[in-house]
């Protein structure tokens, strides 16, 4: 069964990311359990990485605090491995092309599937470079989740051909982090994925109220939401679980107001 696919079945996906390991794997084990519960349908865990490029401070400042705790790639693939007798939600990475090929590309996906996670997401690897990884994704049955912006324009259609799992449309330009308002046309993105391929677009980067989420969700197959995640547990600690479940339970309710 390929399980991203089915997330996006008859509903609009919620796609939650945390940093795995903040504040400790314990906790995220005990967040990803209670934000399954409370509707997420595909998570997105983010492996501590010295210099995360595509992401705003809330996020880095979560990777910082995972790395001084001393958490590893190895760490995130037994919890997963862990999680996976409890739940049947779709699992991806959010990493960096340096962390991948510093624990061996082919040795990283063999040991994705054997834990568990379906997909990888890797913002520093452009289209064009995608080769890089696709081949071992391929081996082992890993979905490669390819990333689209505002800038990427004509090639919208070329990165939709090739595209599999869902496209993460990135809504704004810049690094992650919260936004009172997102000013890009998503839908003219969308359509031009549309152009090509039937493959399901959410939408991330700045989304961190409800109503921004059900919003984006309206004009696409989903809404992805980080910073606003990473910045309950910054401010809760090991006490994040039940504040995060009731976030999520929120967004889930205003999402579930449209209508697939």
């Given at each position: 069964?390929?399980?991203?696919a089915e997330a996006f079945k008859g509903k609009k996906a919620l796609i939650a990311f945390l940093m795995g390991?903040?504040?400790?794997?314990?906790?995220?084990?005990?967040l990803i359990i209670a934000m399954a519960e409370a509707g997420v349908d595909i998570f997105e865990i983010g492996i501590p990485f010295?210099?995360?490029?595509?992401?705003?401070?809330?996020?880095?400042?979560?990777?910082?605090?995972?790395?001084?705790?001393?958490c590893t790639?190895?760490?995130?693939?037994?919890?997963?491995?862990?999680?996976?007798?409890?739940?049947?939600?779709?699992?991806?990475?959010?990493?960096?092309?340096?962390?991948?090929?510093?624990?061996?590309?082919?040795?990283?996906?063999?040991?994705?599937?054997?834990?568990?996670?379906?997909?990888?997401?890797v913002p520093d690897i452009p289209h064009e470079e995608r080769g890089e990884l696709s081949d071992a994704c391929e081996k082992f049955g890993i979905t490669q989740?390819?990333?689209?912006?505002?800038?990427?324009?004509?090639?919208?259609?070329?990165?939709?051909?090739?595209?599999?799992?869902?496209?993460?449309?990135?809504?704004?330009?810049?690094?992650?982090?919260?936004?009172?308002?997102?000013?890009?046309?998503i839908t003219a993105t969308i359509s031009k994925?549309?152009?090509v391929s039937q493959i399901p677009c959410a939408v991330g980067f700045g989304i961190s109220?409800?109503?921004?989420?059900?919003?984006?969700?309206?004009v696409s197959d989903g809404a992805i939401i980080g910073s606003a995640i990473v910045k309950i547990i910054g401010e809760y600690?090991?006490?994040?679980?039940?504040?995060v479940r009731q976030y999520i339970s929120r967004v889930r309710s205003e999402m579930d107001v449209i209508q697939k």
């Open positions: 069964m390929n399980r991203i390991g903040d504040p400790d794997i314990c906790t995220t084990e005990k010295s210099d995360p490029a595509a992401d705003g401070p809330v996020i880095q400042a979560a990777s910082v605090r995972a790395l001084e705790k001393g790639a190895d760490d995130l693939l037994n919890m997963v491995q862990r999680v996976r007798e409890k739940i049947s939600t779709p699992i991806v990475f959010l990493t960096y092309a340096n962390s991948i090929f510093a624990y061996g590309k082919e040795r990283f996906m063999e040991r994705c599937r054997d834990c568990g996670v379906d997909g990888v997401v989740i390819a990333l689209v912006a505002p800038t990427s324009e004509e090639r919208v259609e070329k990165i939709a051909r090739n595209a599999e799992g869902f496209i993460y449309c990135v809504s704004t330009l810049g690094v992650t982090g919260i936004r009172d308002e997102i000013r890009t046309n994925v549309r152009n109220t409800p109503e921004q989420a059900r919003d984006m969700a309206s600690g090991a006490e994040s679980v039940e504040p």
